[in-house]
């Protein structure tokens, strides 16, 4: 297990499907976990293999990437993209009624566990 940063944000894979919440597209569009190469081999993982993101607000299972070279995040943060997955482990932290999407801490380690379906993530 790694303490991380997690950020948040609109991908185009995303924003195509966003009219679809219930689709497996939407599903694949934003249940990742982009992570830098480094710290997917400190927790063991490879694309595609599952990860538990953590902290005081929730959890969320994921399915780790890598990004391109170029599209890496630094090490320590990994990239969620919005939509009911990332709510999970974002909340109303700073008192102003807004969620914060970037600079949530958090752990992140190598699972078991399934990722669930929108409508469960939805209902959770």
Do not use: H, W
């Amino acid at each position: 297990m790694i303490e991380v940063i997690v950020i948040t944000g609109r991908t185009t894979e995303q924003g195509v499907t966003i009219d679809e919440k219930l689709s497996d597209s939407y599903m694949k569009a934003v249940c990742i976990c982009e992570m830098n190469r480094k710290d997917m081999e400190k927790i063991g993982v490879k694309n595609g293999d599952r990860v538990l993101v953590k902290n005081e607000l929730g959890e969320v299972v994921l399915y780790a990437k890598e990004p391109e070279e170029d599209l890496q995040p630094p090490e320590g943060i990994v990239f969620i993209p919005l939509g009911p997955y990332a709510n999970r482990v974002v909340g109303i932290l700073n008192g102003s009624g807004t969620p914060q999407y970037k600079g949530v801490k958090a752990t992140i380690e190598k699972t078991d566990r399934e990722v669930v379906p929108v409508e469960e993530v939805i209902n959770l």
